[in-house]
C-alpha cells in the first residue's frame, strides 16, 4: 500500500496577488513565444512539402545488390535486406549477440515515487487554503528517482543511484545489398526483441552480475535476470535486467548515393535555417519532416512513390501537432495574464468562479482568434498565390451565402378546379381570405347580397350563393359562387343578375384595446339589367363590431337554400328600410312575404 501523508497551508490575499503577478509574467513569455512558433511552423511545413515534391519528382529506383557510378550524387530508392557481419558483447553482464545490429541492455530498479495532489478552497477574505496530498508508491523505472526532493523523504529513502545503467550497442557498419547505411538510418531502426541465451550461458550472466554487483544474489524470473533476495516480493532498490537486440530485416530507404554510402540529400528548394528551425530539429530529430534534406526509411518493401506519400502524410500531422502546441501556448498565456482579474475578485469566492469562467473563454476566443490570424499572415508569406486564391474564393462563398438568403418575393397563386384545370373567365372566382399570420386558420363567413326589386312587384325570395367554410388542417378548397336566379314580372324584360365576388377580410385583434375582434365585411355588386337603365348599386363594406365581453356576438343569418356554414346560432340583425321606393331593400332574414290580394 502507498503511504499517503496530507498537510493544510494558508496563503493571504496579498500573497495571492503577487503571485498572479509572477505567473502573469510567465504567461506574457509563453503568449509571446507563440507567434514565432506558429509563424516558423508553416514554413516549415511548406518547405518540407516541396523538399518531398522536388524529391518525388527525381528519384530513382535501384537495386540494392548493384552499386551504379552514374548514379553518383543521386537521389536513389532501394529495396533489401539490412545485415551486419559484427558481434556485439555486453562486457559487464558478458553477452555476446553475433549478427545483430543493435544490442541494448534495459536495468530498471525497484523505488520509491511521490505523488502530489492539492485542493484548493478559496475563503471571503481573498485568502486560500490548499489541502496537499502526498503519496508515496513503489515502482519500477529505468531512471533513476532522486528521493531528496521528496517532500517527506526520511521513510522513502531510494538508492544514490543505478548499480547498472541502461546502455545500447550498435554495429559499426550496417549494410543494405552493396550499400553502407548511414548513421542517421540505422539510429531509426529500432524494432527490439528479446535476446533468447541458451541455459548455459544464462547461468554466466547471473555469476557476472553477482560479482559486478557485488556478490548479490542474483535469479532467472520471469524472462529476466534478477538481482535481489525475492523476486515475487521485491524490496527498495532490487533490479531487473533484460537485453534486446535488432535483428537483420528487410527495409526501404531513399537517399543520396556517395559511393557506397547512403547519405541524406541535401536540397535547394526548402532549404531553411534559423533559431526555430534548431528548435524544431532538436524536438523532432534529424531529417524527420525538418529542412531541404531527403533520407527516408521504412521497414518492409516500399515503393519509392507510397514512402513519399507516406512522408507528406507525416509532414501534414507534424504541421497539425505544432499548430494545437503554438494554440495552447498562447490560450495558457492569455489564460496566465488574465488570471489577475480573478485573483483581485476573489474577496468573492462565487463572483471571482464567474470571473475565471469568463477569463478561460475570452482566452480561448482571442487564442483562437490570434492564431487563425498568424497562420493567414504565415500563408501570406510563404503561400502567396495560394492565400490570395483561398481569400478570394472565401469572399465568393460569402457574396453567395448572402445572396442565397435575400427571399425572393411569392407571386399570388391562382385557384385550381378540381381536375387541376383552370376556371372558365366567366365563372365567378371564389372568394379571398386575408390570414394573418398569427392566427389560426380564418373560416370563410357566408354572406348574403342585396337584391333590387322594381316598385310594385310582388318580391320573391332569393337564393343567394354561400361560401363553404373550410376544415381547419385541409388545403383551402377554391369555392364557386353560382350565378342568381331571379323571378321576372310578365312584360318586363329579363333581368340578368350578375353576382360578384365576396371579398372577406379577416379580423384582427387591437393590441392596444384588447376588444375581441371586428370584421369588415364586403357586399357583393348587383347589377340589374331591364329596358330602362338601372343604376348599379354599389355594396359598401359594412362595419360589424364585436359584442363587449359577455354578449352573444351577431352575424348574418342563413339563406334556407343555402349551403348552411358551421356556425353558432345567433341572433340576426335588424334590418332598416330604404328611405325612398327606388332604392333596394335590404333583406337581412329569408322571408316570405304575403301574397298580396
Request: proline residues 9%.
Amino acid at each position: 500500500m502507498a503511504d499517503v501523508f496530507t498537510e493544510v497551508t494558508h496563503q493571504s490575499y496579498g500573497d495571492r496577488i503577487k503571485e498572479s503577478f509572477v505567473l502573469a509574467l510567465v504567461g506574457l513569455l509563453l503568449f509571446l513565444f507563440s507567434f514565432p512558433l506558429l509563424f516558423y511552423n508553416e514554413g516549415r511545413a511548406v518547405h518540407r512539402a516541396q523538399t518531398l515534391e522536388e524529391g518525388k519528382r527525381i528519384v530513382i529506383h535501384l537495386a540494392a545488390d548493384y552499386m551504379s557510378l552514374d548514379k553518383e550524387g543521386k537521389l536513389i530508392h532501394l529495396n533489401g535486406k539490412a545485415t551486419c557481419n559484427e558481434t556485439l558483447t555486453d562486457v559487464m553482464a558478458g553477452i555476446e549477440a553475433a549478427n545483430v545490429i543493435k544490442l541494448r541492455r534495459v536495468v530498471e530498479m525497484y523505488q520509491w515515487e511521490e505523488e502530489e495532489e492539492h485542493e484548493t478552497e478559496e475563503q471571503w477574505s481573498g485568502d486560500t487554503e490548499k489541502k496537499l496530498t502526498y503519496r508515496y508508491i513503489k515502482k519500477w523505472s529505468d531512471r533513476h528517482i532522486d528521493s531528496d526532493s521528496f517532500r517527506y523523504p526520511v521513510s522513502h529513502r531510494n538508492p544514490s543511484d543505478l548499480p547498472m545503467s541502461s546502455e545500447t550497442l550498435v554495429a559499426q557498419q550496417v549494410t543494405l545489398g552493396a550499400f553502407t547505411l548511414s548513421d542517421s538510418l540505422v539510429r531509426k531502426m529500432n524494432n527490439y526483441q528479446d535476446l533468447p541465451v541458451k541455459d548455459e550461458v544464462r547461468k554466466q550472466v547471473l555469476e557476472k552480475l553477482s560479482h559486478q554487483l557485488g556478490e548479490r544474489k542474483t535469479h532467472f524470473y520471469a524472462g529476466r535476470y534478477y538481482v535481489g533476495k525475492n523476486p515475487a516480493q521485491p524490496e527498495i532498490g532490487d533490479l531487473r535486467i533484460k537485453f534486446e537486440v535488432v535483428w537483420p530485416t528487410t527495409i526501404s530507404v531513399v537517399a543520396k548515393q556517395v559511393g557506397s554510402r547512403l547519405t541524406p540529400y541535401s536540397m535547394a528548394v526548402g532549404a531553411e535555417s534559423g533559431l526555430f528551425i534548431e528548435f524544431f530539429q532538436a524536438i523532432e530529430g534529424e531529417f524527420e519532416g525538418i529542412g531541404g534534406k531527403i533520407e527516408l526509411f521504412e521497414y518492409g518493401t516500399v515503393t519509392a512513390l507510397e514512402m513519399f506519400q507516406h512522408a507528406e502524410q507525416t509532414n501534414v500531422a507534424l504541421t497539425w501537432k505544432w499548430r494545437l502546441i503554438g494554440f495552447l501556448m498562447m490560450d495558457i498565456g492569455l489564460t496566465l495574464i488574465f488570471m489577475v482579474f480573478r485573483t483581485l475578485a476573489a474577496i468573492i469566492p462565487f463572483f471571482a468562479r464567474l470571473v475565471g469562467i469568463v477569463v478561460y473563454i475570452i482566452s480561448v476566443v482571442i487564442a483562437a482568434t490570434l492564431s487563425l490570424v498568424t497562420i493567414g499572415i504565415a500563408w501570406l508569406f510563404y503561400r502567396p498565390l495560394l492565400s490570395i486564391a483561398l481569400f478570394v474564393i472565401a469572399g465568393i462563398l460569402l457574396y453567395l451565402l448572402k445572396f442565397s438568403r435575400i427571399k425572393p418575393q411569392q407571386e399570388p397563386t391562382v385557384a385550381q378546379g378540381q381536375n387541376g384545370s383552370q376556371p372558365p373567365a366567366n365563372t365567378p372566382q371564389p372568394a379571398a381570405f386575408l390570414q394573418s399570420p398569427w392566427l389560426p386558420q380564418q373560416h370563410p363567413v357566408a354572406q348574403f347580397a342585396a337584391v333590387p326589386q322594381l316598385p310594385g312587384l310582388q318580391q320573391h325570395p332569393v337564393a343567394q350563393p354561400t361560401a363553404v367554410p373550410q376544415s381547419p388542417g385541409f388545403p383551402q378548397q377554391p369555392v364557386v359562387l353560382q350565378p342568381v336566379a331571379v323571378p321576372q314580372s310578365p312584360g318586363i324584360p329579363q333581368q340578368p343578375v350578375v353576382v360578384q365576388p365576396v371579398m372577406v377580410a379577416q379580423p384582427t385583434t387591437t393590441p392596444m384595446m384588447g376588444n375581441p375582434q371586428q370584421t369588415f365585411i364586403a357586399q357583393p355588386t348587383v347589377m340589374a339589367q331591364s329596358a330602362q337603365q338601372q343604376p348599379t348599386i354599389m355594396a359598401q363594406p359594412v362595419f360589424v363590431p364585436q359584442p363587449a365581453a359577455g354578449l352573444q356576438p351577431m352575424v348574418a343569418p342563413q339563406a334556407t337554400n343555402s349551403v348552411t356554414p358551421q356556425m353558432p346560432d345567433t341572433q340576426a340583425t335588424k334590418a332598416f328600410a330604404p328611405s325612398t321606393e327606388e332604392e333596394p331593400w335590404l333583406i337581412p332574414e329569408t322571408v316570405v312575404p304575403p301574397k298580396r290580394t
